[in-house]
C-alpha cells in the first residue's frame, strides 16, 4: 500500500510542545482511518489518536485537550500536534494508515519529555 514515514520525535522538556508527521509514500484516497499509537518501555501498544477519513477523531483520554489530530490529504500526510508534554508521554510513536484488508505502520519515532 504505503510507507509511512514519521519525523519530527525528539527531546523536549515537560510543558513543551512538538509536531509528529507522518506521510505516506503513494495517495490514501481510499483510506479508512489513521493515527497514531504509542509504545512505551514495558507497556502495550497504545491508541494516542485517530482521525477517519470523514473526519471523525478519537483521543485517548490521557492526551484528551493536549493532543491534536489532523491531515493534509494533498500531501497524503497526518499530524499530531502534542502540548503540554509530560514525563508519562514518553514513548516510541507510530503512525498508521487503515485500509480496508490492511494497515501500513510507520517504523516509529522516540518522543522523550523530560521533567
Known amino acids: 500500500q504505503v510507507q509511512p514515514v514519521e519525523s519530527g520525535g525528539g527531546l523536549v522538556q515537560a510543558g513543551g510542545s512538538l509536531r509528529l508527521s507522518c506521510a505516506a509514500s503513494?495517495?490514501?484516497?481510499?483510506?479508512?482511518?489513521m493515527g497514531w499509537y504509542r509504545q512505551a518501555p514495558g507497556q502495550q501498544r497504545e491508541l494516542v489518536a485517530r482521525?477517519?477519513?470523514?473526519?471523525?477523531?478519537n483521543y485517548a483520554d490521557s492526551v484528551k485537550g493536549r493532543f491534536t489530530i489532523s491531515t493534509d490529504n494533498a500531501k497524503n500526510t497526518v499530524f499530531l500536534q502534542m502540548n503540554s508534554l509530560k514525563p508519562e508521554d514518553t514513548a516510541v510513536y507510530y503512525c498508521y494508515f487503515g485500509w480496508p484488508f490492511a494497515t501500513d505502520w510507520g517504523q516509529g519515532i522516540q518522543v522523550t519529555v523530560s521533567s
Open positions: 503513494g495517495s490514501i484516497r481510499n483510506i479508512i482511518t
Open positions: 482521525i477517519s477519513s470523514g473526519g471523525t477523531t
